[in-house]
């Protein structure tokens, strides 16, 4: 339950799905992504910015910025991600520009055709070079009908994505909100009222939502490893905190998940 999507990084990662709306917690990653609104209507927060998109809508969503989908069981999208190389060609050509972050974009004949070829079996090679040039074609194509922007520098959403990274590589630090003001020069409050609106959670929670995601993992891959360890190295005191911190999490016992060797 990483908020920042590690595969997302990966060299060469792409990803092309027609899905039906899913809750997707707020999270960041590295890769461009496009959401293309097909049925129904979806809910994103992009940034703190709520916004309802119909059908015809499109969402762009630059790297490192911070989004969420609540789920819709009427809302069918399509989503498109890839590695920021595969669109480097818009923003070499138009240097200090970008694309627009809500636009028009109804050519659903064209996404169901591009979405056909990418399910072939081809090589996985022949793969990302297809996906190339659909990121090429897309990007050409909304730049076309929604003017590119001039890109501005935020320092507000780079202070969030710094804190979220730095979060997500340190999870056994003290996170609290008192030692980010020290660590980042910022109130307690403007600090605890920025990542609520970026997060739109609780600090203390979504920092026990991570803790718990990557305790459960360790705990399911080094089981002969000392739980107690495991747990002070994802930031839990005690075994108590660990059990009241899943069981909220995932309304269970660790042990139904886990397996045995978590002995609370």
């Known amino acids: 339950m990483s908020f920042y999507e590690l595969p997302a990084e990966t060299r060469g990662y792409y990803f092309f799905e027609s899905r039906n709306s899913e809750d997707t917690r707020p999270h960041f990653h590295r890769a461009i992504e496009f959401l293309f609104v097909k049925a129904g209507k979806q809910e994103i927060v992009l940034d703190g910015e709520k916004r309802v998109l119909s059908v015809g809508d499109g969402c762009f969503i630059d790297s490192f910025h911070v989004h969420s989908l609540p789920a819709d069981p009427d809302a069918v999208s399509y989503a498109i991600l890839g590695d920021r190389a595969y669109f480097e060609d818009f ?6 520009y970008t694309l627009p972050r809500f636009f028009t974009f109804s050519d659903f004949y064209l996404l169901d055709s591009l979405y056909d070829l990418c ?27 929604a003017p590119p922007v001039v890109q ?12 979220l990274r730095y979060t997500q590589d340190n999870l056994g630090a003290d996170l609290s909100l008192a030692a980010l003001s020290t660590r980042y020069g910022y109130s307690r409050e403007h600090l605890s ?21 990557k305790a459960s993992w360790l ?11 495991i747990l002070l190295e994802c930031g839990f005191n005690s075994p108590n905190t660990f059990y ?18 978590v002995n609370i």
């Open 244 to 261: 009241r911190a899943y069981k909220k999490e995932f309304s269970q016992s660790p042990r139904r998940n886990i397996g045995e060797h």
């Open 219 to 229: 705990l399911k891959e080094n089981g002969n490893k000392n739980v107690l360890e």
């Open 91 to 96: 923003f070499t050509n138009r240097p200090g």
């Open 119 to 145: 399910k072939r079996p081809y090589k996985e090679e022949d793969k990302r070079l297809l996906f190339s040039g659909i990121a090429r074609m897309l990007t050409a194509m909304i730049a076309a009908s």
């Open 152 to 163: 501005k520098e935020n320092k507000q959403e780079s202070l969030i994505c710094d804190i």
């Open 193 to 213: 009222r920025m990542l609520h609106r970026y997060i739109n959670e609780n600090w203390n929670e979504y920092v026990n939502r991570l803790r718990v995601g």
